[in-house]
């Protein structure tokens, strides 16, 4: 039986649910309602603790808690099941009409109080500072009582993690409160946001010795000694990065200080040495055979057995009880079922992000140096010779899926022509004939169209998709927390930053080695192309939008010599098949339908041609408003600069 870290709660017997429900009442309250409490409520000790499985419960009930930003993103604003943080970056846009990015005209400013977390954040790290303080009495083995208080510390550190990416400096606590009358000793001041990263980065030190290396297969979802390491690693990365590139304002905590940038840097590259020398762990199909790597790198996610030695820490998943949907919110328009689909669609500008696989770049050739357009006699002969990676991560104009394949075609052009915006058309039922007679439809079936439901940029998303899986309700895919690929390039990042170029390209061609991709020579290691590295291969992983922030390029003015920002009214960039009017048509190969015998592509942007608007992601944005909730509750806090 896989457990996950419900760790099947449903089985449970009564009495222990009880016992672990009342405990969760007594420790998660919010400020406001803990101060109606009184210490007399909490179950005793001696009655919560001396059974394991209501530990167990206790403990996953913890696991529960942490805000992973895994397949959907509920938090806040985005408190809803089908929005990821890919719309937020410059990965992908909505297509159906989806929130402010789909209905807002011309620009979407980001929100001041998106991705807020605070007082759930607080109380997860109060239910770990419960479990730490009452594990004394905890009826567990004593060679088992420092793994599991690990475990505790390592998702209170998770909770903080969080926090300080989002505000800075916040409360630091590590010890249960207690109302005794005194509500001012319960109100505690914004600690400095170096404090917040340097706590994570010494327990992370603290605990790992008291971690397992490795967990039995039913407890495979676990955390172990790596994820820790992991853990260390990625937050370390942030505050280099921050300290580098950011501001320094204590008055109102946040920001660290530069001098400290060196010391982050050489701790996440250590923490990532840590975890790819333990040798537990490989980068998933690293020598498959060239025809094999696109296939290859989309089963990583769906490969849980012990083959797939990449995974360092995931978010597990047991059917019938334990499920996602993904698939049945980003499968391609035709290809739904009972609603949905089309979500999160890529644009342009993260197609030509992957190189090719010579290591050119990647941007495609629709037009000659003339402004004539190219011919290209199927719509997949355009994306020959990309990087594997994108035909596993992007569903792509003409890529096979399930017993068809990916129909786009925005209309039709006669004499190499795009017609003119005046005579788009947006229904899918509308046919004309080619030059041979034949009739088709204007538009694929799979659009796209500036209006309804289909892609709006030309493509679909693939990476996670279960195109197997019967019902798309049902899917079982594990998330990726942390898995190798991001730690070998967090490694390079790292050394890049400190200098040490040998060290860096070795980290990020073995990368690029098992992509299928041309390595890198010491001339051509860049940070940017170690960023970009980054973007492609831990795309739609919920890492893009927060490595803009931290890098500090989101926003105008940016951090690395000036220039517009990433997110600095960014455009959503489209590609538009069209049949040629005059090659006529043939049948489809793979699922006999006709189709046009040529094609040409056009790009397009601005809010008339894709019906998106642009985002623009504010310089004040880097750290995200304090809630007046959260400051009324508590008056020690201070809010956040430009608020």
């Not at 979407?108 to 303080?133: A, E, L, S």
């Not at 190189?355 to 037009?367: A, F, M, P, R, T």
């Not at 970009?532 to 500090?552: Q, T």
Request: hydrophobic share 35%; aromatic share 12%; with cysteine.
């Amino acid at each position: 039986m896989v457990l996950t870290w419900n760790f099947k709660l449903i089985l449970m017997k009564s009495i222990k649910y009880t016992l672990f429900s009342l405990l969760l009442a007594s420790s998660l309250v919010s400020c406001d309602d803990f101060f109606d409490i009184k210490p007399a409520t909490f179950i005793p000790a001696e009655n919560v603790w001396n059974d394991p499985d209501v530990v167990n419960s206790v403990i996953a009930e913890m696991y529960s808690s942490m805000q992973l930003e895994l397949f959907f993103y509920a938090n806040g604003f985005f408190d809803f099941s089908h929005v990821d943080l890919t719309y937020c970056s410059d990965e992908a846009a909505v297509s159906w009409a989806n929130g402010v990015f789909a209905n807002t005209p011309n620009v979407v400013i980001y929100g001041d109080d998106w991705f807020y977390m605070y007082g759930d954040t607080y109380k997860g790290i109060r239910q770990c500072n419960t479990f730490i303080k009452q594990s004394e009495t905890a009826a567990i083995e004593q060679s088992e009582k420092k793994s599991v208080v690990a475990e505790a510390r390592f998702i209170r550190a998770f909770h903080y993690f969080n926090l300080v990416k989002r505000l800075g400096g916040v409360p630091l606590i590590t010890e249960v409160q207690e109302y005794d009358d005194d509500l001012t000793a319960l109100q505690v001041p914004r600690n400095k946001e170096d404090e917040i990263w340097d706590f994570i980065r010494t327990e992370m030190d603290d605990i790992a010795d008291d971690l397992p290396e490795v967990r039995s297969e039913n407890e495979k979802y676990r955390i172990t000694r790596y994820a820790a390491y992991a853990l260390k690693s990625r937050a370390c990365l942030y505050a280099a990065s921050i300290a580098k590139y950011g501001k320094l304002d204590n008055e109102h905590c946040v920001g660290v200080p530069p001098a400290k940038a060196i010391s982050y840097w050489e701790a996440a590259a250590d923490a990532a040495e840590k975890v790819i020398n333990s040798g537990r762990y490989e980068l998933y199909g690293y020598n498959v055979a060239a025809e094999q790597r696109t296939e290859s790198f989309r089963q990583i996610f769906f490969d849980e057995s012990a083959a797939n030695k990449e995974m360092i820490w995931a978010k597990g998943y047991a059917l019938p009880d334990v499920k996602h949907n993904y698939t049945r919110y980003y499968v391609p328009f035709s290809f739904t079922r009972n609603g949905y689909g089309c979500s999160g669609t890529p644009t342009l500008e993260f197609v030509e992000a992957f190189e090719y696989i010579d290591g050119s770049n990647g941007k495609l050739n629709v037009q000659n140096e003339d402004g004539s357009y190219i011919k290209y006699g199927d719509m997949k002969d355009l994306f020959k010779d990309k990087d594997p990676r994108l035909a596993a991560t992007v569903c792509l104009p003409g890529d096979n899926f399930q017993t068809s394949f990916i129909e786009v075609r925005r209309g039709i052009a006669r004499g190499m022509q795009i017609p003119d915006k005046s005579t788009w058309v947006n229904d899918q039922s509308k046919t004309e004939t080619l030059a041979d007679g034949q009739e088709i439809t204007v538009l694929g079936k799979d659009g796209p169209t500036v209006a309804k439901n289909p892609t709006k940029t030309g493509f679909y998303a693939r990476k996670f998709l279960d195109e197997d899986v019967a019902d798309y309700n049902m899917c079982s895919n594990p998330w990726p927390v942390f898995r190798l690929a991001e730690i070998y390039l967090n490694l390079a990042e790292a050394k890049m930053e400190l200098g040490d170029l040998s060290a860096a390209k070795k980290a990020v061609n073995m990368v690029r080695h098992r992509a299928g991709i041309k390595e890198l020579d010491d001339m051509e290691v860049t940070l940017d192309r170690i960023r970009n590295e980054r973007r492609v291969e831990l795309a739609y992983e919920s890492h893009r939008y927060w490595d803009l922030r931290r890098w500090r390029i989101a926003a105008t003015p940016r951090a690395d010599n000036g220039g517009k920002g990433v997110l600095d009214d960014s455009p959503i960039t489209s590609l538009f098949p069209w049949a040629v009017y005059e090659d006529g048509t043939k049948i489809s190969d793979i699922d006999g339908r006709v189709v046009p015998k040529s094609y040409i592509f056009s790009r397009e942007s601005g809010y008339d041609r894709v019906n998106r608007p642009n985002k623009q992601f504010l310089e004040r944005h880097y750290y995200i408003k304090l809630s007046d909730t959260d400051l009324k509750t508590n008056p020690k806090l201070v809010q956040n600069p430009h608020f």
